[in-house]
T-cell receptor, first 118, second 114 residues
Framework: DVKVTQSSRYLVKRTGEKVFLECVQDMDHENMFWYRQDPGLGLRLIYF???????EKGDIPEGYSVSREKKERFSLILESASTNQTSMYLC?????????????????FGSGTRLTVV | AQSVTQPDIHITVSEGASLELRCNYS??????LFWYVQSPGQGLQLLLKYFSGDTLVQGIKGFEAEFKRSQSSFNLRKPSVHWSDAAEYFC????????????FGTGTQLKVEL
């Protein structure tokens, strides 16, 4: 029944490393999102994608990039990890406006990846 | 730009007591509104959502929420809280089009006393 899968639950990386966080959904959703979650700050949008090879910056894109080569996969890349990127990262997907009834809107989330940069 | 305010950071209730979590939104048109719940170490699970029609919506786990346009609110309620309801709750607002991007509140942490 799992629909959005994040490849790692816990990850520890060193400062300066290039880090890849992977997300796969099996619901044929057009939209995919990456958020980071920090205590007291809620969820903040990093990047999102409306379609394959398309990406849009969210509210806090600095230090991150994304890749969407296939519809089901959306990768978040930390080009050079820093300690201030230690956080919980959440991937989500959703239907688009072209994919059906608005009553089906809303995100489906993965279980999250807790990243620690040391 | 749309925004969401959850004024209560922490709430503690006794098991069996009623619960109301507050959510206020800012959006120019009719919003799409959502409540999500997050158990420790987990992703977010959808509790309920409002798009149009009846302003009182029913969700999973016995939760309900009421959309009040005049107050720009979408408060979450439950008549009798169970210990398993202890979690963090997020309200979110979105709109049709634009990729259905949601804006989330900062969350309310619910503690249930036995």
């Amino acid at each position: 029944d799992v629909k959005v899968t994040q490849s790692s639950r816990y990850l520890v990386k060193r400062t300066g490393e290039k880090v890849f966080l992977e997300c796969v959904q099996d619901m044929d959703h057009e939209n995919m999102f990456w958020y980071r979650q920090d205590p007291g700050l809620g969820l903040r949008l990093i990047y999102f994608s409306y379609d394959v090879k398309m990406k849009e910056k969210g509210d806090i894109p600095e230090g991150y990039s994304v890749s969407r080569e296939k519809k089901e996969r959306f990768s978040l890349i930390l080009e050079s990890a820093s300690t201030n990127q230690t956080s919980m990262y959440l991937c989500a997907s959703s239907l688009s406006g072209r994919q059906g009834d608005p009553s089906n809107y809303g995100y489906t989330f993965g279980s999250g990846t807790r990243l620690t940069v040391v | 730009a749309q925004s969401v305010t959850q004024p209560d950071i922490h709430i503690t209730v006794s098991e069996g007591a009623s619960l109301e979590l507050r959510c206020n939104y800012s959006y120019g048109a009719t919003p799409y509104l959502f409540w999500y719940v997050q158990s420790p170490g987990q992703g977010l699970q959808l509790l309920l959502k409002y798009f149009s029609g009846d302003t009182l919506v029913q969700g999973i786990k016995g939760f309900e929420a009421e959309f009040k346009r005049s107050q720009s609110s979408f408060n979450l309620r439950k008549p009798s809280v169970h210990w398993s309801d202890a979690a963090e709750y997020f309200c979110a607002v979105g709109a049709a089009g634009g990729g259905n991007k949601l804006t989330f509140g900062t969350g309310t942490q619910l503690k249930v006393e036995l």
